[in-house]
């Protein structure tokens, strides 16, 4: 089949880039990576771009298409094709480009070495055979495990657009497989790595992590986990903890938001004084409702309701099997029948 | 220039296993990779790692040495066998402390599950993800051991001072330019060359780096001849499915809905090992029962439930790379070059013949698979030698002091021998060539050899070696992560490489293991129960041979 891709050039050497289209012949089976190839080899030797398993597992391959992360190797063109389509690849984003798709991994490697990203053995007392664990116990860390730290949910990122020192998706769903490890004597000196400043309570929750994840980690559920279990140890004087309970509780009381509430709980009463400047803006504005009128939504019971069954999904996601990635929506319906 | 006590090359499951155990032993350790060490092709392994556990029934190291020593035809070395089923429990326990998430039995052990030829459910696995998760857990442990890892520095030359390997010449990749890399010690780690055949399971980076540097300064390579051939991988680009399919009950069919395992091995059926089901499928195919070229690799029976929980990988990579649900119908599959069995030359604590060189994995020939590997025991190899490797490499630096001196002059030499390559501007583009030899060793130094077509062989690689020495054309002339030249100096150890696979092919007048004569279908004991050494002779390819360690298992028939 015939394809053609424009694809983002940027020659370091030169500062030269911009848009080049390229049209080639490709194998109907081909992959992003397979064309890739085919305009390296017969059109432009010096286009640049990592590859290496070409089997969606050593995330070498990320890049963008159409402005939206992907493993090359793992992205059929054909329907592409049929549609008519003209695709720009583009290198991933919230890293330096170093060349044509080539980006700097380093600032991804540095987040992932702050996490301090190996099991704490603590004081050495593992048995001289393996440790004893139930598979469901390990089946909470499967999905963490699948990642290939190709960098895809790091390029989609929001928050790390807007703070480029938050340890994002990738590294924080690499905290989570060690909190939840059974094994793991980090205890709270780990979580105290991932609470404050550039932490869990930084993700905005976009879920464009979860959306472009290759492998189906959904790392801000893993980010969910470990805020779930810093608050379970009781680490909740952080900011972002505490913003993160006047959305619940206001929620449960009122079934509002109560606007008004969340700077000084968040921050505490005191430092919500400097704050007041902004909140009269807010107000003249229109932005903050009436503290004097009865603040409760009509239907408080369905959003108490709602609160429950988010609360109960959320636990089962905690507790729930993790064998492997989520599969497509068009395959997804189907029946887990028992017929061994 | 950089300079470490001990530089290890390569950063797979062998090499990041060194670096961790020489840094153990007090060594400064460097670590030289041409990907980022969890880009390595370690990772791609599927089904599991072997060691006599014992968690799924009755098992010894015994039993584990004797199934090992007759799936490698009787070539291996039973002595290095012995030390690798011995030593392979405690190197298991460790991954499991250091974090492996190994699946795991009812009471909470590690599972095992049956391999082919293997004589009992000895495969330790991680779903069937267990290179990923094994390679993942050792860089958490060598960025844990604050071991220096160069990155995207590609290896080209080692340097030798007298007789001893005094470190190497590396081009940076991001940055560009050549750097000298000193060591008292260095250790190949390089992995295997699969990208010499069309439609390998191997990664684009297996192109036999080490051991052509290796071979081009003198060190002898053992057993080239062996390929090992994969028998489930897909038609369309070669990925493989794991064996653990097969462990885990799934059948082989030909095209009329046959299991016809049991014509070729009667009692083993699918799970004999890979040399005996490659052959068979090969020959379905051939005799006109295949579909497609493919035969059909049926896991429908096993369920929807068993197949997400355990083979979840594997349905992954048939709807990602050939549109099937295996939960639906069968994967169509064909066999597919896989495992290189041969090597550097090393004995079992993974010293070469050249002082102060070491290698391990793939990259190597101890030789525990002889003739053809068993499923599982190659990951179980990489930790193993891997682990011996370091510490032999430590405790030689620790003992010898300084080695050698690294001649200044060593990075003139590879710099000018790039910038000949770049400055060439007529010649041609290195993708046509590596697509000629990739198809000349599929067509003719496949699953059934024969003399006629190995001496075919022997003569395009000749000429294509030639052809290559006359230049390419190398259409990025810049230094910045320049793919394009590394591409090219690639294809030059695929060459050298390829020449050595097929001059030991041509001498060894006998079947054995993955090497199967049609012009000699019998194992030739009398004459060829000996390992084959290829080594550089003046461009060409010298050959030379060394005896079997033959320890317990006098050699027999064998059959599944």
């Given amino acids: 089949m015939e394809v053609t891709l424009k694809i983002h050039r940027y020659n370091p050497e030169t500062e030269q880039g911009g848009l080049e289209t ?7 089976t081909a992959t992003l990576l397979d064309v890739l190839d085919v305009v390296k080899d017969e059109v432009d030797g010096s286009l640049s771009y990592r590859k290496s398993c070409r089997m969606a597992v050593c995330g070498s391959c990320g890049m963008r298409m159409n402005g939206a992360a992907v493993l090359a190797c793992k992205t059929p063109m054909k329907p592409l094709v049929d549609r008519g389509e003209v695709p720009v690849i583009s290198p991933m984003g919230n890293l330096p480009v170093i060349k044509d798709l080539v980006v700097d991994m380093g600032p991804f490697w540095e987040k992932f070495r702050a996490i301090k990203p190996y099991l704490d053995e603590g004081s050495g007392d593992a048995p001289v055979k393996e440790w004893r664990i139930q598979q469901e116990q390990l089946d909470q860390i499967m999905k963490e495990a699948l990642c290939i730290q190709c960098g895809c949910c790091v390029s989609e990122c929001n928050s790390m657009e807007a703070d480029p020192d938050f340890l994002g998706p990738a590294a924080l769903a690499k905290a989570a497989r060690f909190v939840y490890d059974v094994r793991d004597r980090g205890g709270k000196g780990r979580l105290e790595r991932y609470n404050g400043y550039h ?26 986990k470990v805020g779930a279990r810093i608050y379970q140890e009781g680490m909740r004087s952080d900011k972002g903890a505490r913003h993160a309970k006047v959305f619940v509780d206001s929620s449960h009381k009122t079934g509002y938001l109560l606007e008004t509430n969340l700077v000084p709980e968040t921050v505490g009463a005191l430092a919500a004084i400097k704050e ?65 | 220039m950089v300079r470490h006590d001990v530089v290890v090359v390569g950063a797979g499951m062998a090499g990041m296993r060194a670096a961790i155990e020489a840094a153990r032993y007090g060594a400064d350790v460097g670590v030289v990779s041409k990907l980022h060490p969890t880009r390595s092709h370690s990772g791609a392994a599927e089904g599991g790692i072997n060691a006599a556990l014992g968690n799924a029934g009755e098992d010894s190291p015994d039993k584990h040495a004797f199934f090992t020593v007759k799936g490698s035809d009787y070539l291996g070395d039973q002595d290095a066998i012995q030390v690798m089923c011995e030593e392979g429990p405690g190197d298991i326990y460790e991954l499991e402390h250091m974090g492996a998430v190994f699946s795991r039995t009812e009471d909470g052990r590690i599972a095992q599950r049956p391999f082919g030829a293997g004589g009992a459910p000895r495969t330790c696995y991680a779903a069937d993800i267990t290179g990923h998760v094994l390679l993942h857990v050792l860089y958490e442990q060598l960025v844990k051991s604050g071991v220096t890892v160069y990155e ?70 053992k057993d080239m001849e062996f390929m090992q051939f994969h028998p489930t991988t897909l038609k369309a680009n070669g990925v493989l499915i794991t064996e653990g399919c097969r462990g885990e009950g799934g059948y082989l069919r030909n095209g009329q809905g046959e299991r016809f395992m049991f014509t070729y091995a009667p009692n083993a059926g699918e799970l004999a090992s890979r040399d005996v089901v490659s052959r068979a499928e090969q020959t379905e195919i051939d005799e006109g029962r295949g579909v497609d070229g493919c035969v059909l690799l049926d896991l429908t029976h096993l369920g929807a439930k068993r197949i997400n929980e355990r083979l979840h990988g594997s349905r992954e990579l048939s709807l990602d790379y050939a549109g099937v649900d295996p939960i639906d119908e069968p994967i169509p599959v064909r066999p597919g070059a896989h495992y290189h069995m041969g090597g550097v030359d090393t004995d ?53 002091g300084l080695g050698g001196v690294f001649p200044p002059a060593a990075v003139r030499v590879t710099e000018r021998r790039i910038k000949s390559m770049l400055d060439l501007e007529r010649g041609e583009r290195p993708a046509a060539l590596r697509q000629e030899l990739a198809d000349t060793m599929y067509d003719n130094v496949g699953i059934f ?20 020495a006359r230049g390419l054309t190398i259409q990025d002339k810049g230094r910045t992560f320049n793919s394009d030249l590394i591409q090219a100096i690639e294809l030059g150890s695929m060459l050298e490489m390829a020449d050595c696979l097929v001059t030991g092919a041509i001498a060894r007048t006998e079947s054995r293991g993955a090497h ?45």
């Fill in chain 1, 22 to 28: 390229y049209t080639v012949q490709a194998e109907e």
């Fill in chain 1, 199 to 224: 932490g869990v309570w930084d993700c905005t929750r976009c879920y464009f992590c979860n959306e472009r994840c290759p492998k189906g980690v959904d790392p801000r559920d893993a980010i969910a």
């Fill in chain 1, 276 to 340: 007041i400047p902004f909140a009269m803006k807010m107000v003249r504005a229109g932005k903050v409702p009436n503290p004097l009128k009865p603040h409760k939504a009509g239907k408080l019971d369905e959003v108490r309701r709602l609160n429950t069954l988010i609360g109960d999904q959320e636990k089962q996601a905690l507790e729930a099997v993790h064998r492997g990635p989520a599969w497509p929506a068009e395959d997804a319906p189907r029946p887990a029948e028992d017929d061994e």
């Fill in chain 2, 152 to 221: 995207e520095w590609f290896a080209l030359d080692l340097v030798v001072d007298g007789e001893r390997c005094v470190g190497l010449t590396a081009w940076d990749l991001v940055r560009g330019g050549v750097q000298g890399v000193e060591a008292r010690a260095v250790i190949l780690a390089t992995g295997g060359l699969g990208r010499i055949y069309r439609g390998t399971t191997n990664a684009y980076a297996c192109t036999g780096d080490g051991m052509s540097m290796a071979w081009r300064a003198g060190v002898p390579l």
């Fill in chain 2, 348 to 400: 079992m604590w993974c010293r070469t013949a050249m002082p102060g060189l070491y290698a391990a994995g793939e990259a190597a020939c101890v030789s525990v698979h002889g003739a053809n590997r068993l499923g599982g025991n190659s990951l179980l190899e990489t930790v193993v030698f891997g682990r011996r490797s370091g510490a032999a490499a430590a405790q030689e630096v620790r003992e010898n």
């Fill in chain 2, 449 to 468: 050899r024969s003399a006629e077509k190995l001496e075919l062989a022997k003569q395009r690689v000749g000429e294509m070696r030639e052809r290559y």
């Fill in chain 2, 516 to 560: 199967s004569r049609l012009d000699f279908p019998e194992r030739d004991d009398e004459n060829w129960l000996r390992h084959t050494l290829t080594y550089y002779d003046n461009g060409d390819v010298g050959l030379d041979y060394k005896p079997v360690t033959i320890t317990e298992h006098e050699p027999a028939v064998r059959s599944y």
